[in-house]
C-alpha cells in the first residue's frame, strides 16, 4: 500500500435509476477499481463527491461500499480524515478464494501436489523461452539462489528463500494468466508447507539442502541456454524430489484455507 493514499477525481457518470441501484453503483466503482487509473492504497472520491457524481443517497452508497468490502476491493475508514482506500486484487486473494473452495471440497494435498508438478514446469519452460530472459529472469534467479546459498545452514530462512525461488520462476514467466492461476497455487501451496517444514527441518540436513542448491544451479543454466525441453523435464524431476518428504506422510491430509 503506498506510503500516503492519493486521493482520485471523480469522473462523470450517468445518474442510477434502477431498481438494484447498490449493486449497480457497486459495479461501476469496482469497473472503476479494475479498470481504470487507481492504484493499490489510493482513495475513492469522497463520499460528497460520489454523492454528487451519481446521483443516490447516502445509504445507498453505503451499501456499495458494504459490497466493495466484502469483496475486499476497498477498506472504508471511518473519522473525518476517512474514506475507500483502494485495494487492488493480488494472486494471494486469488488463493484465499480458491483455498476456500478446495477446503470445502476436501482436496488432498496430493492432489495439489500434482497440479503444481505439472504447471510450474511450464513455467520455467516459459522462463527459457524468454528472448530477454539474460537480462530479466536469470539475474533475479541468481539473486535468490545466492541467499539460499548463504542461508543453507540456517534451515528456516533457507526454506523461505526457496520458496521465493519457485515464486520467482512463476512471476518471470512472461505469462499474465499462468502468473496468476499458478501463482494462487504457489501461495496455496506456502500456505500448506507450514504444516510439515519444522518436522522437514528435523529429519533432513544440510546436505538435503545443498543437494537442492545444486537443482536450482542446474534449472538456472538450463534457463540460461534457453533450452526449454530440458528445463520442464528438469523442474518436474526437482519438484517430485521435493515433494517426496511431504507427500509421505501429509498425502491424504485435506488442503485448509487460513
Not at 533450452?227 to 506422510?249: C, F, G, I, N, W
Request: glycine share 6%; with cysteine; charged share 30%.
Amino acid at each position: 500500500m503506498n506510503a500516503a493514499a492519493r486521493p482520485v477525481r471523480a469522473g462523470t457518470e450517468r445518474p442510477l435509476h434502477n431498481s438494484g441501484i447498490a449493486d449497480e453503483l457497486a459495479r461501476r466503482l469496482r469497473r472503476r477499481i479494475l479498470d481504470g487509473p487507481l492504484r493499490d492504497g489510493d482513495m475513492l472520491p469522497k463520499q460528497d463527491d460520489l454523492i454528487a457524481e451519481f446521483g443516490v443517497g447516502r445509504t445507498t452508497l453505503r451499501q456499495a461500499f458494504r459490497i466493495l468490502e466484502t469483496e475486499g476491493l476497498i477498506t472504508v475508514k471511518r473519522g473525518n480524515t476517512g474514506g475507500a482506500v483502494v485495494h487492488v486484487p493480488q494472486p494471494a486473494d486469488a488463493a484465499h478464494m480458491f483455498g476456500m473452495v478446495m477446503h470445502a471440497r476436501q482436496v488432498r494435498l496430493d492432489d495439489l501436489a500434482q497440479a503444481l508438478r505439472r504447471l510450474e514446469p511450464v513455467c520455467a519452460a516459459l522462463c527459457a523461452a524468454r528472448p530477454d530472459r539474460a537480462t530479466e529472469v536469470v539475474p533475479w534467479l541468481r539473486e535468490v539462489h545466492t541467499r539460499m546459498e548463504r542461508a543453507v545452514a540456517d534451515g528456516p530462512a533457507f526454506i523461505r528463500a526457496a520458496r521465493d525461488f519457485h515464486e520467482a520462476l512463476v512471476l518471470l514467466c512472461g505469462n499474465e494468466t499462468m502468473k496468476i492461476l499458478l501463482g494462487a497455487v504457489e501461495v496455496l501451496w506456502a500456505q500448506q508447507e507450514q504444516e510439515w517444514a519444522r518436522d522437514a527441518l528435523a529429519d533432513t540436513g544440510e546436505r538435503v539442502r545443498r543437494a537442492g542448491l545444486r537443482e536450482h544451479e542446474h534449472l538456472i543454466a538450463l534457463i540460461e541456454a534457453g533450452d526449454e525441453t530440458e528445463v520442464y523435464r528438469e523442474s518436474v524431476r526437482h519438484l517430485e524430489a521435493a515433494q517426496d518428504y511431504p507427500l509421505k506422510s501429509h498425502s491424504a491430509t485435506p488442503i485448509t484455507s487460513p
